[in-house]
Structure formats: C-alpha cells, structure tokens
C-alpha cells in the first residue's frame, strides 16, 4: 500500500451512555432545551437522519463496508456530539459517564464479525 486513508471525523452511537445519561439530574431539561432551540421542524429533520444513518453508527460491519467503499482504510471515530453530555455538572457523574463512553467507543472498535 502506497498510502494509507484516515477518516479523521466519523461518530458512533453507543446506546449504553444515553442509558446512563438518562437517569442523571438535568437530563430531561436538556432534551427539552435542545429541542427548543431547534425548533420543530429541525428536530423532526434530525430525528429522521438519525434513524436513517444508525446501523452505520452501531454496526461495525456495515460500517467497514462503507469505508471500504469509499477508499477509507482506517477511522478515528467518538460517539455522536450529542453524546458529550457537557451539561452534567456533578464530577462523579462526569467521571462515570466518561468512563462509561471511552469503553463503548473502544468496544466498538475491536468488534468485527467473521
């Protein structure tokens, strides 16, 4: 191989922090802010990506086939910006759910079937 393809921007969706992240103080109010400032019709866009494009955020095969169809050998990838969960202001909490993202994304990286 004569040069490698980095993808330097790619996002997965790890279900196991949003489940977390749901029980925390302030979780509900966020939600309801981010859809304020979205507006209506933005977020009915947005929820409709999301639902388009989660089997290429959670399913590591389809998500090498993709690379592979576009000449992508390598990915450095983090869980969708929505998953940052900067508004928790308890460092407990922030720690575990740091902890708890940093191994889903490392888990999804070593998945692969066959």
Request: net charge neutral; glycine share 6%.
């Amino acid at each position: 191989m004569d040069h490698l393809v980095v993808d330097v921007h790619a996002h997965l969706w790890a279900a196991e922090v949003e489940t977390m992240a749901r029980t925390l103080p302030g979780h509900a109010e966020r939600i309801a802010l981010d859809l304020r400032r979205l507006g209506p019709l933005s977020a009915k866009t947005a929820a409709d990506r999301f639902v388009n494009e989660l089997p290429l955020l959670v399913d590591v095969n389809r998500r090498l086939a993709a690379m592979t169809a576009a000449g992508v050998d390598v990915q450095v990838v983090s869980v969708t910006p929505t998953q940052y969960h900067h508004w928790i202001t308890d460092p407990g909490a922030a720690r575990d759910l740091a902890r708890l993202t940093h191994e889903a994304v490392a888990g999804h990286c070593v998945r692969r079937s066959g």
